[in-house]
């Protein structure tokens, strides 16, 4: 699935000139469109990357790194790459410069170390683990847009916030009585600088 998701933004970014209305026939495809700085939100406790604005106004893909620094995870450093996708429900114009969009996305996270396994260790019981070094989210928030029309650097900012869960916590709370649903979520806030 990760592999899928990967090759699928691939195309995406390739078809960026057909998809984003907005750009310039000779951008070239690659370059991003903003970048990225979040905090938490399960895809490390700081997030920097940068993003693509695959659909106009639709649906925005990022690719990100995190980290988490052994004080917060009380084990051994995590690291994580992340791709993230966003689409915003609607947009409302608030004045001249400012919007606001409801969003609601996903992320697919690869840890890399030793905290993770691809394939469960012979050392563990046959079906006792599951592999635990890919992650999915599903998330919902708001994001606010201003536009800097008199910028030559930053084009505009997005600022945002989060509320979203990991897929296995969200099968724990299904399956377990031990687990209650206000203990899978997590909140996230960032940034997005506009080129």
């Known amino acids: 699935m990760f592999i899928i998701l990967i090759v699928f933004s691939t195309i995406s970014f390739g078809q960026k000139s057909f998809l984003n209305d907005t750009k310039a026939k000779d951008s070239v ?14 895809i490390g406790l700081l997030s920097v990357g940068v993003g693509y604005e695959i659909i106009h106004r639709a649906w925005y893909s990022e690719f990100l790194y995190g980290y988490v620094p052994e004080s917060v995870s009380e084990a051994e450093k995590i690291h994580l790459i992340t791709i993230k996708n966003t689409f915003p429900i609607c947009t409302k114009e608030m004045g001249t410069n400012f919007t606001l ?20 260790p012979e050392k563990y019981p046959k079906g006792y683990y599951i592999t635990n070094a890919i992650h999915f989210t599903l998330f919902t928030g708001v994001s606010i847009h201003k536009k800097f029309p008199n910028s030559k650097m930053i084009k505009g900012a997005d600022f945002y916030f989060e509320l979203g869960t990991v897929e296995t916590y969200l099968w724990y709370a299904i399956t377990s009585k031990e687990v209650k ?9 960032g940034v997005n600088l506009y080129f």
């Open 29 to 42: 495809w690659y370059l991003p469109d903003y970048a990225k700085i979040q905090f938490a939100g399960n």
């Open 101 to 120: 969009s409801p969003i609601v996305g996903f992320t697919a996270s690869l840890e890399t170390g030793n905290n993770s396994f691809l394939k469960v």
């Open 181 to 189: 649903l206000n203990d899978i979520f997590s909140t996230a806030i």
